[in-house]
């Protein structure tokens, strides 16, 4: 079975990496078992495609045939937490875990269901068993998860080392470059941060998140070609992208045009009317419209 997509956790821009289950079940030839078989890889098909209820009914279907199969409660367990029922699926992947304590996917999945918790210390201690394995086939899974609950703790400088050590494991992967990135961002180390998000751009170019956080620190440092540009680049991929368009229209407000910045927020206005980034665009017009931005000259863009 294929990876499973990262899922947002918590705060914005961090992601956390699932493990996988196998695609066959361990086990012998019988015509049950060839039925059980049958059931499972109905379940995992459906969560490949994403259809959690469908798969949730084969793989219950595939448990109440089978006898203590680990892979089958492993597998119920990440369709349960895909589908959001977190203690079910704590639940699910503690049982696999009871039957093959040697099941370490079972176990950074079981850790991540603590992270959507919130529940750190229980997260970290999953990962960190999961590291200890010396057959754990995907140990970077592991270290680029406990960044994610080091950083939600608030120990920056133990994030970023985990990070560090998941790209030293798998340098290709464009979220730990990404989180990495925003590490250092939030350390205010904004060229550090710029080339960071350039290298995960480098492995991902559709990397939406890394070129908005691009774009905003060419803004930071008025580099309004640059930002503009990048913002450009997205826009013209994604012309619906908010984010953007209200990264957009910020930029126009700092550089004094405020004639564009009011069009592109009405814009983010109409198209979130009545989410956090319309009201939050709703409000910068308000702003806008107050004696505070009167006579505020435009700034030339510079390379």
């Known amino acids: 079975m294929r990876c499973c997509r990262p899922i947002a956790i918590l705060l914005f821009p961090l992601l956390i990496c699932f493990g996988c289950v ?72 503690q049982l696999a ?53 080091y950083f939600h703790k608030k120990d920056i400088l133990a994030a970023i080392k985990h990070y560090e050590e998941a790209l030293r494991l798998k340098p290709d992967n464009a979220n730990a470059l990404f989180n990495l990135a925003f590490c250092n961002e939030k350390q205010e180390k ?21 070129l908005l956080r691009i774009a905003h620190i060419h803004k930071t440092g008025k580099n309004y070609a640059k930002a503009k540009e990048t913002l450009d680049k997205l826009l013209t991929a994604d012309p619906g992208m908010l984010d953007a368009k209200f990264e957009l229209a910020r930029l126009y407000v700092e550089m004094g045009d405020m004639k564009k910045g009011v069009t592109a927020f009405k814009q983010v206005s109409k198209g979130d009317p009545s989410g956090p980034l ?9 702003k806008i419209s107050s004696d505070k931005f009167k006579g505020i000259p435009k700034v030339s863009m510079r390379e």
């Open 190 to 210: 904004l060229p550090e941060a710029l080339e960071i998000y350039g290298k995960a751009v480098a492995v991902q170019p559709n990397f939406k998140e890394a």
């Open 97 to 149: 875990l009871k039957i093959n304590p040697k099941l370490t996917e079972a176990r950074n999945n079981l850790g991540t269901v603590y992270l959507v918790k919130g529940e750190f210390e229980n997260a970290i201690e999953q990962f960190e068993k999961c590291l200890k394995d010396p057959t754990y086939e995907t140990p970077e899974k592991a270290e680029y998860n406990l960044g994610v609950a």
């Open 22 to 93: 196998p695609r066959s079940m361990t086990g012998s030839s019988s015509k049950t078992d060839k039925d059980i078989q049958v059931h499972y890889q109905a379940g995992i098909n459906y969560l490949n495609e994403g259809k959690t209820p469908q798969a949730v009914k084969e793989l219950t279907t595939a448990q109440k045939m089978a006898k203590d199969n680990p892979d089958v409660e492993h597998a119920l367990g990440l369709a349960y937490q895909q589908r959001g029922f977190y203690d079910r699926a704590v639940e699910q992947y």
């Open 278 to 286: 319309g009201k939050a665009a709703d409000e910068e017009i308000k």
